[in-house]
């Protein structure tokens, strides 16, 4: 005779125990636009499911975790961009009047008939 083994049954998910700010805190995130909204219900998620031991904690830390990583990306490429502004109109890029080698905008272009010549 041939034994046979039982597969065990895996249980379900249970999602009535998931917890769902820490879904609203991880989809915030997901987004890009809801960082702080990602943060602060990550935040109170991880408080409900430390006290009541309901699932999500994964969601709620990854909601948190994305969001203060894009509020670092948002001051780095905000510093990055001021740093780069900064410079651009010491190196007279962006001066359109015609100083320290930028834009000249009396000699951009072809010459059209009848216009006065200023040179």
Do not use: C
Not at 38 to 50: D, E, N
Not at 67 to 82: E, K, N, P, R
């Amino acid at each position: 005779m041939a034994k046979t083994d039982a597969v065990p049954q895996k249980d379900k998910y249970d999602f009535t125990k998931l917890n769902t700010l820490s879904v609203v805190s991880l989809a915030s995130a997901l987004t890009g636009f809801g960082v702080v909204a990602a943060i602060i219900t990550g935040h109170i998620s991880l408080a409900q499911i430390k006290r009541t031991g309901e699932n999500g904690r994964a969601l709620a830390l990854s909601g948190v975790i994305l969001g203060y990583v894009s509020i670092a990306l948002w001051i780095l490429g905000s510093v990055f961009w001021t740093v780069f502004m900064f410079w651009a109109a010491k190196n007279g890029y962006g001066d359109m009047g015609g100083m320290r080698g930028g834009w000249d905008m009396d000699h951009m272009g072809p010459k059209l008939p009848g216009m006065m010549d200023n040179s």
